[in-house]
Antibody
Framework: EVQLVESGGGSVQTGRSLRVSCAASGFSFEDYAMYWVRQAPGKGLEWVSGISWSRRVLGYADSVKGRFTISRDNAKNSLYLQMSSLRTEDTALYYC???????????????WGQGTMVTVSS | QSVLTQPPSVSGAPGQRVTISCTGNNSNIGAGYDVKWYQQVPGAAPKLLIHNNTNRPSGVPDRFSGSKSGTSASLAITGLLAEDEADYHCQSYDSSLSGFVFGSGTKVTVL
């Protein structure tokens, strides 16, 4: 079964750091671009970042640029998001998602995890 | 504020047709970047509904259809069912932001 499972969320104070992870299974992880998308409580979706199968970073949302770093370990079938200088507005459910096309960069997200909640408070 | 604008809510009776608009500009939809649509049932992760403006992944009923014209796109749901009650999000790429962008989301209510 194709599956993405996020972990590492939790409660943290403003200014601190946190790393969330996404474990992939059921498909050839190394062949797909991967993304992070977040959703603040009661709000819409926000694209955070993406990374190609060859670890080329596809960019960051302006709201997280300079503070968040996306990475992947193809040997561990894992995607990561290192978050630093966290702000209250970073409070959200963080989803990882897969690109629909093998070796593609379409931004079309066909497989999603269930998300991991990050709460930032002062 | 989202780069792509959607109505906050739309509603319809069972069996009716509803449409959801997604309005962008010449840096995203108007620049030719394709539009995707996702359905999100409360408490669940989003699910891909439409990609490449009009294409349905396997398993998505043909009651769902997408279209695009100029700087806007639309999602139509025909034969509305109670199970279609959900939030719907459009997505595209924005060249001025150098990243993907989502719409503000639309809640569909089945009366």
């Amino acid at each position: 079964e194709v599956q993405l499972v996020e972990s590492g969320g939790g409660s943290v104070q403003t200014g601190r750091s946190l790393r969330v992870s996404c474990a992939a299974s059921g498909f050839s992880f190394e062949d797909y671009a991967m993304y992070w998308v977040r959703q603040a409580p009661g709000k819409g979706l926000e694209w955070v970042s993406g990374i190609s199968w060859s670890r080329r970073v596809l960019g960051y949302a302006d709201s997280v640029k300079g503070r968040f770093t996306i990475s992947r370990d193809n040997a561990k079938n894992s995607l990561y998001l290192q978050m630093s200088s966290l702000r209250t507005e970073d409070t959200a459910l963080y989803y990882c998602a897969r690109d629909i096309r093998r070796a593609g960069l379409t931004g079309t997200l066909d497989i999603w995890g269930q998300g991991t909640m990050v709460t930032v408070s002062s | 504020q989202s780069v792509l604008t959607q109505p906050p809510s739309v509603s319809g009776a069972p069996g009716q047709r509803v449409t959801i608009s997604c309005t962008g500009n010449n840096s995203n939809i108007g620049a030719g970047y394709d539009v995707k649509w996702y359905q999100q049932v409360p408490g669940a992760a989003p699910k891909l509904l439409i990609h490449n403006n009009t294409n349905r992944p396997s398993g998505v009923p043909d009651r769902f259809s997408g279209s695009k014209s100029g700087t806007s796109a639309s999602l139509a749901i025909t034969g509305l069912l109670a199970e279609d009650e959900a939030d719907y999000h459009c997505q595209s790429y924005d060249s001025s932001l150098s990243g993907f962008v989502f719409g503000s989301g639309t809640k569909v209510t089945v009366l």
